[in-house]
């Protein structure tokens, strides 16, 4: 079974630019999930999609983050403008009920 | 205080050892636990649900006591293999949403 994918695994840019990654969930999966893990800290929750539907966004910065999930497969999660607090793993994760599956992540370096 | 609060570690210890990883929840309504393995520069995975009753795998024994809001996770005989980050994980409500904790980095050494 496939797992999820995720695009690219690493990405540099400067402060002021913008980025966006890409995740395939698992087939089937209809929950999917953005989060952000900086070093030394466990993976914090930005976003959940139910289907193409938002179900939790309380933690997303949404001055300069946005995610879609449009037709309810693929997302992508945009960061503009970039700030150096950006700087951390992004990972994606899908699931059907509490176990969920995680992405190889993208590593984002701002400078 | 925080939502899900570990041991700060790191742990070093020889294989062989027992080595155990402590946890705090603060949201008593919380339902479901869970502990993570994340190995260095990797996704986190599911390493085993935490019950009640207490469950067991193998080397790996997860004990939950609600009424303390507490979660361990015991390993015994320790193998290199094991040494990775693990993140206790609790969860509630109808959405499945998971709040993770900080990790506890565990070394086994030769």
């Known amino acids: 079974e496939a797992g999820v994918a995720q695009s690219p695994r690493y990405k540099i840019i400067e402060k002021r630019q913008s980025v966006a990654f890409w995740c395939n969930p698992i087939s089937g999966h209809a929950t999917l999930y953005w989060y952000q893990q900086i070093l030394g800290q466990g993976p914090k929750l930005l976003i959940q999609?139910?289907?193409?539907?938002?179900?939790?966004d309380s933690q997303l910065p949404k001055d300069r983050f946005s995610a879609e999930r449009l037709k309810g497969v693929d997302s992508t999660l945009k960061i503009q403008p970039a700030k150096l607090e950006d700087s951390a793993v992004y990972l994606c994760a899908s699931s059907i009920l509490y176990e969920q599956y995680f992405g190889p992540g993208t590593r984002l370096t701002v400078t | 205080r925080k939502e899900v609060e570990q041991d700060p570690g790191p742990f070093n210890v020889p294989e062989g050892a027992t080595v155990a990883f402590n946890c705090t929840y603060s949201?008593?309504?919380?339902?479901?636990f869970f502990w993570y393995r994340q190995d260095c520069r990797k996704e986190p995975k599911l390493l085993m649900s935490v019950y009640s009753s207490g469950n067991e795998d193998g080397r790996f024994t997860a004990q939950l006591n609600r009424a303390s809001q507490y979660i361990s996770l015991l390993i015994r005989d320790s193998k290199l293999s094991d040494s990775a980050t693990y993140l206790c994980?609790?969860?509630?409500?109808?959405?499945?949403?998971?709040?993770f904790g900080k990790g506890t980095l565990l070394t086994v050494n030769p």
């Open positions: 949201n008593s309504a919380s339902q479901s």
């Open positions: 994980v609790v969860t509630g409500g109808s959405n499945y949403k998971l709040t």
């Open positions: 999609f139910q289907n193409n539907g938002v179900v939790d």
